[in-house]
């Protein structure tokens, strides 16, 4: 259990005490900041603690978004600060250190942060919280919106505030807040305004966001075995299933900002479900087709290529830009200024085709008609989004007037996947290529590779010498830093070239199952792909070396399929991909679930992509 020291002399008819423990903390008093020193160091190392002031006014909402967050050590709002145990120390020296200045007593000393409507008056935890800002700690400072929290300096403030308490709705501000403030159009109007409600019921029940999550999976798996009876009724089934896994897969999201229940295995889960949920039922399709007798394996692999490539350019674009100081770029300007006409954003945002609006396209197609449809016209749909986001996204880079930092271009090395044939060849070249010079090489090398690999017949040795060529090019794209203007598109074109080529062989093997093995081989690489982007986004850094180094990279492994195609018949190519599946999978599954279980990965709730 947590622990709050309230400081102070207690007000009459205060419901703060109250309210800390349905937050669930246990209560002390503390009448001046000599005794909150005191029960401070008394409290046990691996609790969280919360120093507040007894003259608190406020929601019990902005109490949680101060002092329940998990993920921040240290957070703060006026009248109250916390500390989670790794940064107890921090908090610790700041009250000794305020305790000292004031003479232990609990009025006296710096001014504190207080809302502007009531006036500054003197606080412990805002004392503390003056010294942490002081030490250089960082203290998180949640946006309370209309919500109240403040100190009131005497009762006729204390009426006050307490009257501007009353005056907002609480607990419509936190279902509010449950909502993400930038969605997509299908998502805002057609699941946000009753998922919400859902969330709400799923906390005062005890649910948690990882199980309303790992329902989202079971539902969407369900959908996807739907699909696959290929029946009329399976499909139309499917369809349903695939909306309801979309209503879960928001309601975990909201549940979790509703309840602030973050936590590590929740970053994970949520990380790379949607992906799974989504390819799983792109196989369901074309499983269901087969049974038709309609072979559409190749356009659900298709379709899970561009996907993953289309959030590829969106990682790496956000990476290559995380550490700008100003947007500098007019195509970024005129962007902004159609923001500010109102039904240009609805139309923007959809016809990128999110998350929302997809699935929902999806679910419609696939109940309404067969999934070579379906599957065409969501590669149609995904093609024109990207070519948009895309063409947009390089005019701002090249119209932008600003320098990649040291950490934009550790991202986008650790995104690129570049193995150990890509390394030791790095080693030999002295100098990088200039500017654009970068993606250009890169992109050449892989249309080298896709084109030998699509455009000869099976068994040739033309592919293993397009795949030389690109284990060469590869490693002269990422000889020096990744800094320049469009470098950021080197991930994805190495992502494009790699699924691709497996694509083209085993389209071009003609042998039942070639397809559906290239399918997992895809997806298995493509999910360690995600994982290296949601750590570098907590954070954490890329997954480990050896990892990348005994799965070849991306240009070990694109050599490797090309070899085995050229070595085997194509019933034996369809076997040996069935293997590197299975085995890839393994491997990057089992480092993926230890550390995002482990305490050091980070404590963060995905907020879901844009596509």
Known sequence: MSTAIVTGQPVPGSSLENDLRSLGFDVRAAADASEAEVLLAAVPADRRVALVDARFVGHPHALRLGLTDPRFPLAAVPGAVTAQPAARQALTRALARETSAGGGTAHGGAPARAKSSVGDVDSVADRVVTALDADG???????LGSLVAAVPADPQARNEARQAVAAVDD???????????????????????????IARWCARRGLTPNQVTTASLLTALIAAGCAATGTRGGFIAAGLLLIASFVLDCTDGQLARYALKYSTLGAWLDATFDRAKEYAYYAGLALGAARGGDDVWALALGAMILQTCRHVVDFS?????????????????????????????????????????????????TAATTPRITFYVLLIGCAFAATYTTAGRVLRSLTRKARRTDRAARALADLADSGPLAESLTRLVKRGLPGLAVPAVALLGGAVVVACSALTGFGGVLPVIGAAVYVLTSALAVARPLKGALDWLVPPVFRAAEYGTVLALASK????????????LVAAVAYHHYDTVYRIRGNAGAPPAWLVRVIGGHEGRTLLVTVLAAALTASQFKVALTVLAVAVALLVLVESIRFWVSAGAPAVHDEGEPA
């Open 137 to 143: 700690s960082e203290v998180h400072r949640p946006e």
């Open 509 to 520: 093997a003609g042998v039942n199952g070639a397809l559906p093995a290239a399918f997992g």
């Open 171 to 197: 607990e419509a501000v936190r279902l509010k807040s449950a909502v993400k403030s930038r969605d997509g159009f299908f998502t805002t109007f057609f699941i946000s305004p009753y998922s919400r409600y």
């Open 317 to 365: 674009f956000n990476e290559a830009n995380h550490d700008a100081a100003a947007n500098t770029s007019p195509t970024a300007a005129l962007s902004d200024r159609l923001d500010s006409v109102g039904w240009t954003v609805w139309v923007r945002r959809m016809i990128v085709l999110p998350i929302g609006e997809r699935w929902a396209m999806i679910a419609v197609l």
